[in-house]
């Protein structure tokens, strides 16, 4: 197996939500052929002292999608 990581282009979210119609399981379908990268956080903070800083990276893909991109990247 290969240690690098893959290489992954995303599209941008008028690019995955270009669908006709605005069913759910449309949206989430093409969100995830795509490929969809979220970034949170989360500080909380009493009498301005940061106490807890929680950040958050989610990668939401198809499955078969990274496999795809990382073959080819091979």
Known sequence: MNDAAPILEF???EEALQSGNGRLVDVVDALLSQGVAIRGELWLTVADVDLVFL??????ANPDRLQRKAAGAA
Request: aromatic content about 0%.
């Open 55 to 60: 950040g958050l990276d989610l990668l939401l």
């Open 11 to 13: 599209a941008t979210v």
